[in-house]
């Protein structure tokens, strides 16, 4: 499938080679305006759209209720009204926001009321985000959007472009980026308190539950009939036409390859983000998985992943390992728990570093060395945030600044995730030209690299 660039592919290879993809003033010269314009809205308050209420998009509701939400965009208004009202910490946001307009459809929301958002935030399945993701840009407004950022590396790499020649303010939706552990982290590394770092254990506990365990393959008939609140097929988007089940529209879509992209997907972002920003990794040249069975259109109970990445200067290759579904990695040093969400464990050649899920905190094992370093640790050099991501992406739209996890910093690591995902479904080793976008090793795997199956008509991008 080839995916449309923003503008035609001249414009887009001309604003590439003289933006440097949106790193440089461009990107701030666009945004300080779209910024300084918001600023002129009542109270000064951004003019937010949410696109998808439930889940995620209640965690955006409770952090960006001090702005203006003008639009909330979900494809089952009767179940998006019950979460805005249940919000125990955004409580009367249905009285607050008499005036936001409910759609079912965000093609509706930006051809009725486009010039009044400022920026929106996509807290959707993943299957979702590219073809949403692409009509934000394409209205020049800033952009929050869960991870992985996309189902698939070829969108995450088309989105990514067009969220450049865009110029706007975008955030991949990672609390990590923004949390106290993955600074230490770095800090750490930098100042040598590891050594030279060769490996990196990472790991989630989920077991099965809505990524695998009993969902059984796509059925080809149901008797399962959907709420009449939901418009299902707005629901099913670009994706392949399918009879609706429960099971499938509502939390356990990640499950699917169709939707979603299974445990891995789902916290590879939380848990391998600190190695990944502490050690400066680059793509990976490799991805082995050993997994249980692939049941048909769904993802194995159990992963277990071997990384390979290039050395980097002075630093030696690195080895990362993942595991997810129950299964733990080696333990580190004798007394350490592994704790029931996830994390990892740095390997170098003067230290051992345990990072909590979401990189929420980092200290040194064993803790006797902890201890003996507590008041000698480096100093903090780098700046510290104050409130999650949301509040970074409003702080810096308003800044013109970038974010943390802005899309030019976290497509590569989507991209390590996405990987892996595809590995899983090839269940194969995969080699990898990242430069190229190819898996050097197994052709018949690079359709995974892809999403897989056309758009539905009505539904292109």
């Known amino acids: 499938m080839n995916l449309r ?24 010269t666009r945004a ?7 600023a002129k809205r009542a109270n000064g308050r951004l003019q937010i759209a949410l696109i998808g209420v439930g889940g995620r998009g209640q965690a955006a509701l409770t952090a960006l209720q001090g702005e203006q939400i003008v639009a909330f965009c979900d494809v089952d208004h009767v179940r998006g009204r019950e979460q805005v009202a249940a919000n125990r910490v955004a409580s009367g946001a ?3 926001f008499p005036d936001a307009r409910w759609f079912h459809d965000y093609r509706e929301m930006f051809a009725q009321m486009a010039d009044q958002i400022d920026a929106v935030v996509v807290s959707v399945p993943d299957f979702m985000h590219y073809a949403i993701g692409m009509a934000v840009l394409r209205q020049r407004k800033h952009l929050y959007m869960e991870k992985p950022l ?3 590396i070829t969108e995450v790499r088309a989105l990514r472009a067009a969220a ?24 750490w590394v930098q100042a040598g308190l590891l050594g030279r770092v060769h490996t990196v254990h990472a790991w989630n506990y989920t077991v099965g539950g809505s990524y695998s365990l009993g969902l059984g393959p796509h059925p080809d008939a149901t008797d399962e009939t959907p709420p009449p609140s939901l418009r299902y097929d707005l629901w099913q988007g670009v994706a ?25 997907g789902d916290w590879a972002c939380h848990q391998l983000d600190a190695a990944v920003y502490a050690l400066d990794l680059g793509a990976p040249l490799s991805v082995e998985p050993a997994t249980t069975p692939l049941p048909p259109g769904t993802f194995p109970t159990t992963n277990t992943l071997h990384y390979a990445f290039a050395a980097r200067g002075a630093q030696p290759p690195v080895s990362v390992r993942w595991f997810d579904g129950g ?30 899920s979401h990189s929420s905190s980092a ?43 802005d899309f030019q910093r976290a497509a590569p690591l989507a991209e390590i995730a996405l990987l892996g995902v595809a590995a899983i479904r090839a269940q194969t080793r995969l080699e990898w030209d990242a430069t190229a976008g190819r898996v050097t090793n197994a052709p018949a795997a690079q359709r995974f690299i892809g999403p897989g199956y056309d758009y539905r008509p009505g539904w292109g991008v």
């Not at 290879?13 to 990107?27: C, D, P």
């Not at 509502?250 to 979603?260: A, K, V």
């Not at 704790?339 to 345990?354: L, Q, W």
């Open 5 to 28: 660039p923003l503008t035609t592919p001249a414009s887009r290879r001309e604003f590439l080679h003289t933006s440097a993809l949106a790193t440089g003033s461009l990107l701030f």
């Open 32 to 38: 300080t305006c779209r910024a300084a314009d918001a």
């Open 94 to 96: 249905l009285a607050r």
């Open 150 to 152: 996309c189902r698939c």
């Open 164 to 187: 450049a020649e865009a110029g706007v303010v975008t955030q991949m939706g990672n609390q990590g980026r923004a949390a106290e552990g993955i600074r230490l982290a770095r800090e």
């Open 240 to 264: 392949p036409e399918r009879p609706y089940r429960k099971i499938r529209s509502h939390s356990s879509w990640r499950g699917y390859s169709d939707y979603g992209t299974g445990c891995l």
């Open 327 to 356: 299964i733990l990695p080696p333990l580190p040093v004798e007394g350490f728990t592994f704790n029931n969400a996830g994390g990892s464990i740095f390997y170098g050649d003067k230290g051992i570093m345990a990072v909590g």
């Open 363 to 405: 200290r040194l094992l064993p803790d006797a060395r902890m201890a003996e370093l507590r008041s000698s640790l480096p100093p903090k050099t780098i700046p510290r945030l104050i409130g999650g991501p949301h509040v970074e992406w409003v702080n810096a739209i308003r800044a013109g600044a970038r974010c943390g996890s």
